[in-house]
């Protein structure tokens, strides 16, 4: 299993995880709503890998000083 994750806002690749090892019971992933999964993840049949939409320590510092930043990923213009 192939794991990648990354920033959701910048797209910053943050890390991934490559072991036969792994589940998703393992990563809390079984723990996630339907609606949270959808949201969080994402399979790529053709490269059998699985993303991870997080946010980075840049993000998250950057919305908690400007929380209006959220709204600029609103489908709502
Ligand atoms: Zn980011």
Do not use: W
Request: aromatic share 12%.
């Amino acid at each position: 299993m192939h794991i990648v994750y990354y920033c959701r806002h910048c797209k910053t690749y943050l890390g991934s995880i490559d072991s036969a090892r792994v589940s998703y019971d393992d990563l809390g992933f079984t723990n996630l709503s339907d609606q949270e999964y959808e949201e969080i993840l994402e399979y790529h049949a053709e490269d059998q890998t699985t993303y991870v939409k997080t946010v980075c320590e840049f993000c998250e510092t950057a919305l908690q000083q400007n929380p209006y930043l959220l709204l600029t990923n609103s489908p709502i213009q």
